[in-house]
T-cell receptor, first 120, second 106 residues
Framework: EVQLVDSGGALAQPGGSLRLSCAAS????????MTWVRQAPGKGLEWISY????????FYADSVKGRFTISRDNAKKLLYLQMNSLRDEDSAIYYC?????????????WGQGTLVIVAS | EIVLTQSPGTLSLSPGERATLSCRAS??????LAWYQQKPGQAPRLLIY???SRATGIPDRFSGSGSGTDFTLTISRLEPEDFAVYYC????????FGQGTKVEIK
């Protein structure tokens, strides 16, 4: 069974840092691209970052470019999101999602989400 | 950035009725459009990709249509578990999502 488990969300201060993790199981992690999507409380979904299966290709949304870094450890089956220079508007539930066999940007499995609150 | 506009914002229907949800793109995305369902407290669930192909395990009461800039998700007969928020997403370029349509019980 495919499983993605998000963790690392917490309360952080503006300007602070957090690192989110996503633990994968039930599939060949090293064969799939991965993505982070976030959802502010009561709001819609926002794609924020993509990493190819071998980490060769990485993209970011403009809203996080230069502040967030996506990475992965295929041996450990882990996806990461390093979040620096946090802002109030980064408060959201963060989901990792798997790029599907239908397309790298079609997300067929999602983690349960981890909550990040940025506040002083 | 391609903007997706979903309508209506809320759809109030009864179980057994037909639901028709619209998604319009600010420029053509060809058929690179997906639909997701999200229930409160849960992650989104993939329903449709390629505008009209059902994902694995999705019941055939869900169908998608359209291409270019205008797309539709149809739920032929609403089941109690179908009341949720539905998002369209384009992946013709850097991915973006619509703002969602809530399907609520009338």
């Amino acid at each position: 069974e495919v499983q993605l488990v998000d963790s690392g969300g917490a309360l952080a201060q503006p300007g602070g840092s957090l690192r989110l993790s996503c633990a994968a199981s039930g599939f060949i992690f090293s064969s799939y691209s991965m993505t982070w999507v976030r959802q502010a409380p009561g709001k819609g979904l926002e794609w924020i970052s993509y990493i190819s299966y071998g980490s060769h290709t990485i993209f970011y949304a403009d809203s996080v470019k230069g502040r967030f870094t996506i990475s992965r450890d295929n041996a450990k089956k882990l996806l990461y999101l390093q979040m620096n220079s946090l802002r109030d508007e980064d408060s959201a539930i963060y989901y990792c999602a798997r790029g599907s066999d239908y397309g790298a940007y079609v997300f067929d499995y999602w983690g349960q989400g981890t909550l990040v609150i940025v506040a002083s | 950035e391609i903007v997706l506009t979903q309508s209506p914002g809320t759809l109030s229907l009864s179980p057994g009725e037909r639901a028709t949800l619209s998604c319009r793109a600010s420029q053509s995305v060809s058929s690179f459009l997906a639909w997701y369902q999200q229930k409160p407290g849960q992650a989104p669930r993939l329903l449709i990709y390629g505008a009209s192909s059902r994902a694995t395990g999705i019941p055939d009461r869900f169908s998608g249509s359209g291409s270019g800039t205008d797309f539709t998700l149809t739920i032929s007969r609403l089941e109690p578990e179908d009341f949720a928020v539905y998002y369209c997403q384009q992946y013709g370029s850097s991915p973006t999502f619509g703002q969602g349509t809530k399907v609520e019980i009338k």
